[in-house]
């Protein structure tokens, strides 16, 4: 590891929300009042903050880097700290302490770093979450960031980077898979007039953490990231949109852009090209539905969250009418890796018609929860099963599996038999689910899939605007339907209701919510229409 | 003003390009229900009632805000279309409270034209039967929260029109309504200028004139 050689020896703390919530506040007072009161003879380590180390459901999840080497340790508690304190100054990775009790206790804790959760890793977007602490510009720079916004400024043209982004096919993380370059070159081409770039990070698909990941552990990697789409389209004013629900990544995205701004890598104009850059946060309320772009817009602007009709679109006219570029967090953070490496080495990386690396999180009924960023086309059982470990106790050749919820409420379910299917947009889109921005839930045998698609709905009728009638009421009316299935009072009539409802909502519904709120629905009748059939009340056509 | 040829089911129409398809639509004779829609007012293409399917687009547009272009080979008849419109005129009739017997725009009312527009029989979703309200603060006009059906008409001409800004939406989802003021009886916002603007534009018996109801149930404050 890199850092490693030049800090002999340090403690990287996971120091995100999910570690924090497994105890990391604990575990970091004990080790920092350990540390402070002395003890030992060797080099003192260094304490480090950091974000995302993966597994969360080990946390909290602790590093100890000494030289080349790194251990990853998990679920470790205070009573573990001297004896953690005593291997790192004195015998890193030593076997002579082995008989005792107290080293073997902590070496229980300790994680296979070859496991293949860990090992089939592509960290690209992640590459240095983990490593960099995420308070500190001087660490983030000296691991690599705004170099590539300092290179392009100073050796590319705008149309260069867009040419390099195109040539990438580096395509929409949030889950639509636009493809990147062709947004870009959609606001970039517009008449003459302002720009504006956005930053989405209203990840509100229950399950998914992959955004909140990346504003907590590597924030200088999105305003890096930011700043070059801002460049390559023409922008000198952006925002971030932050959902309330982060307080940390909200903190700590707020810090690195004043840090950004004083240092004077953003905000102030390239003695080159005259570019400069503002970044302003800003922070949701509540919604879920201000994921969707234009919600999403007039909530920046002030008003309510809510949609409009498309065309125009934000690229066309956006906020206060100028074109606007609207990308997701992680296809932000995947810039400056991909303009380090080139489009053509990146676009090598996974199938050609949507290559690069995407970013998951696993959760639901699995053995390894937590943060996986792997190449796209991988298959669904490579994450799910072979990294994540399936099913606790689970057994069988699909590791008591029986399907995986991609892409939250208006995503899709895929049964264990097509576990084997590569992860791309169009591949789940054909089965009826989608990819989604990348929250994989996983279920167990347990899971009655018309309560999950009850569960959805009821999620999507409480976060529809209200706006267009399909949604509105739409919504509403299924989830109340699902739940008169789920206690066996639906008749095969009221079946074909739902059916018929879930088509016309799909197909009327004025945004992005509406339009897909039927989809867990939809793709579990696809698959597992028997547990909606052996539900239903017997047939007694004179009633109906 | 450039002028563009298209289609509105085998019909050929032409009308100035950048026109909403609805004026094409006019033009081809051809009539669908609109309740969100009120030409004098900002379009938000809300109630989907005008959806149409385009050739070559993949999911149906409003035509109330698709621009005409030359070209187009619109269909606003098929049997798709037909089906959703008469589900989303159902759905309106089951989230509120809407007996039109009782209702004192019953002849003159929207929402009823459109139900007979789309050949509507039975409400094939289950009533929701809601618990709402009615604001009789306004000395001359009333606000029947079971008839309104969230068309914003009334918060549009308020706002474009009359420049008043006493109508906003509050909440979400089915528990959208219509507030006046900062959620304050009508009758006790300052910025209302009385102009009945609002009760003008409603399709509906939501908002009604004193004067139109014929029994005096709501006294005058």
């Known amino acids: ?544 | 003003m450039a002028v563009v040829t298209l289609q509105v089911n085998d019909t050929t129409v032409a009308v100035p390009a950048g026109v909403p398809l609805l004026q094409a639509l006019a033009a081809a004779g051809v009539a669908l229900p609109t309740l969100c829609h009120h030409p004098r007012l900002s379009p938000v293409a809300a109630c989907r009632l005008c959806l149409v399917e385009l050739e070559g687009a993949s999911r149906p547009l409003p035509a109330c805000v698709t621009a005409a272009a030359e070209g187009q080979r619109l269909r606003t008849d098929t049997p798709a279309l037909q089906a959703g419109r008469r589900l989303i005129v159902e759905l309106l009739f089951a989230e509120g409270n809407h007996p039109c017997a009782v209702c004192v725009a019953n002849g003159d009312c929207e929402l009823q034209d459109a139900a007979r527009h789309v050949g509507m029989d039975l409400v094939s979703v289950p009533y929701r039967h809601p618990s709402r309200q009615v604001d009789a603060s306004h000395p001359l006009f009333l606000l029947d929260h079971h008839r309104c059906i969230l068309c914003s008409r009334c918060v549009r001409v308020c706002d474009e029109i009359e420049g008043a800004h006493v109508w906003a939406m509050a909440n979400r989802g089915s528990a959208t309504r219509l507030i006046a003021g900062l959620d304050q009886p009508w009758g006790t916002v300052d910025s209302c200028t009385s102009c009945g603007k609002c009760v003008a534009v409603c399709p509906t018996g939501a908002l009604v004139a004193r004067e139109d109801v014929p029994l005096g149930r709501w006294p005058t404050p």
């Open chain 1, 1 to 544: 590891m890199r850092d490693g050689e030049t800090a002999p020896v340090q403690l990287r703390l996971c120091d995100a929300s999910g570690c924090r919530a497994a105890g990391a506040g604990a575990l970091a007072a004990a080790l920092g009042a350990a540390l402070e009161g002395g003890g030992g003879q060797g080099p003192r380590p260094r304490l480090k903050p950091v974000g995302c180390l993966r597994l969360c459901s080990h946390g909290p999840l602790l590093a100890l880097d000494h030289g080349g080497a790194s251990a990853l340790y998990g679920g470790l508690t205070a009573e573990q700290v001297p004896t953690l304190l005593a291997i790192a100054c004195n015998h890193p990775g030593g076997h002579d302490g082995d008989r005792d009790p107290r080293r073997r206790a902590l070496e229980a804790h300790r994680l296979d770093s070859h496991h293949p959760f860990f090992a089939l890793q592509h960290p690209l977007v992640l590459e240095t979450c983990g490593l960099v602490d995420p308070t500190d510009l001087d660490d983030a720079l000296a691991h690599g960031a705004y170099r590539q916004l300092q290179r392009l400024l100073a050796t590319a043209t705008p149309a260069q980077v867009r040419a390099e982004v195109r040539r990438s096919g580096l395509r929409g993380r949030g889950g639509a898979g636009y493809p990147t370059g062709l947004k870009w070159d959609t606001v970039a081409l517009q008449p003459p007039a302002p720009r504006l770039v956005v930053a989405n990070g209203d990840e509100g698909d229950p399950g998914a953490f992959m955004d909140r990941s990346v504003l907590e552990g590597d924030p200088h990697r999105l305003l890096e990231g930011l700043a070059i789409a801002a460049y390559a389209v023409g922008a000198r004013h952006g925002y971030i949109y932050v959902r309330a629900e982060y307080p940390l990544a909200i903190e700590r995205l707020l810090r690195a852009v004043v840090q950004a701004m004083e240092r004077g890598l953003l905000g102030q104009a390239d003695p080159a090209t005259g570019f400069a850059f503002v970044p302003e946060l800003r922070v949701g309320a509540g919604a879920y539905v201000c994921g969707e772009e234009t919600a999403l817009l007039a909530s920046i602007a002030g008003g309510r969250g809510i949609p409009r009709q498309r065309p125009p679109f934000p690229a066309q006219a956006g906020l206060a009418g100028c074109p606007t570029l609207i990308n997701n967090i992680e296809t932000l953070a995947a810039l400056p890796a991909l303009l380090r490496m080139g489009g053509e080495a990146y676009a090598a990386i996974g199938p050609a018609a949507c290559p690069g690396t995407k970013v998951f999180s696993v959760s639901g009924s699995v053995v390894r929860t937590g943060l996986v960023e792997v190449p796209m086309g991988i298959s669904l059982r490579t994450v799910v099963q072979t990294m994540a470990g399936g099913v606790p106790g689970g057994i069988g050749a699909d590791g008591g599996i029986k399907a995986v919820q991609t892409g939250g409420p208006s995503g899709g379910c895929l049964p264990a038999a097509l576990l084997d299917t590569p992860i791309d947009y169009e591949g789940l889109r054909a089965l009826g689910s989608s990819l989604g921005s990348g929250g994989l839930v996983v279920l167990d045998h347990s899971c009655a899939m018309p309560e999950l698609a009850r569960h959805f709905m009821a999620f999507c009728a409480g976060e529809s605007c209200g706006k267009c009638i399909p949604c509105r009421a739409g919504t509403v009316q299924l989830a109340d339907l699902l739940e008169r299935l789920m206690q066996r009072r639906a008749t095969a009539a009221d079946l074909d209701l739902i059916e018929q409802l879930a088509a016309v909502v799909q197909r009327t519904s004025l945004c992005g919510l509406g339009q897909t709120a039927p989809n867990p629905l939809v793709s579990t009748l696809r698959h597992f229409r028997h547990e909606y059939s052996e539900r239903l009340l017997p047939d007694e056509p004179w009633l109906s």
